[in-house]
């Protein structure tokens, strides 16, 4: 198994198109988020990342910086790779890569996946919300308590 992750910015169209076919793929027609809030427009100011697995897109996300803080979000991994390991490899190669920079670092995820983001290091709900009709939750990564 050939496993490869990629960061990449919005220039990159192969990829950035890959990645909205993804994200469409996951957020809009499995979870039921709405496609106007899902492809916001921050794309632009965003870093992008997939997963591929023998060179097939599994995963997305992307981070941006906001207010001298790192926010990951649009984290997902499709549905017959997940449970298999994929997404805290995944996670903690963005939280890697965003750890030297010493800022805060976010994730608005599900409130179902919390045992997961514990075990990735995202310990602290800062809060709960609701966006496009679904409830998220704001994460803080823990820099002293991540796990694995």
């Avoid at 965003?98 to 075990?119: A, V």
């Amino acid at each position: 198994m050939d496993i490869k992750l990629e960061g990449f910015v919005e220039s990159n169209a192969n990829y950035m198109r890959t990645a909205l076919n993804l994200r469409y793929e996951i957020f809009t027609e499995e979870f039921g988020i709405d496609k106007y809030y899902e492809f916001d427009g921050l794309d632009t100011d965003a870093t992008h990342y997939l997963i591929f697995v023998d060179m097939l897109p599994i995963g997305v996300a992307r981070w941006r910086k906001v207010n001298n803080e790192l926010f990951i979000d649009r984290f997902g991994i499709h549905k017959h790779y997940r449970n298999r390991g994929f997404a805290f490899l995944f996670l903690k190669y963005i939280v890697a890569e965003l750890i030297p920079s010493k800022l805060p670092i976010y994730l608005l995820g599900f409130p179902t996946n919390k045992n997961f983001h514990d075990f990735v290091g995202f310990t602290e709900i800062v809060e709960e919300m609701e966006q496009g009709g679904i409830t998220f939750i704001k994460l803080k990564y823990n820099y002293k308590e991540s796990y694995g």
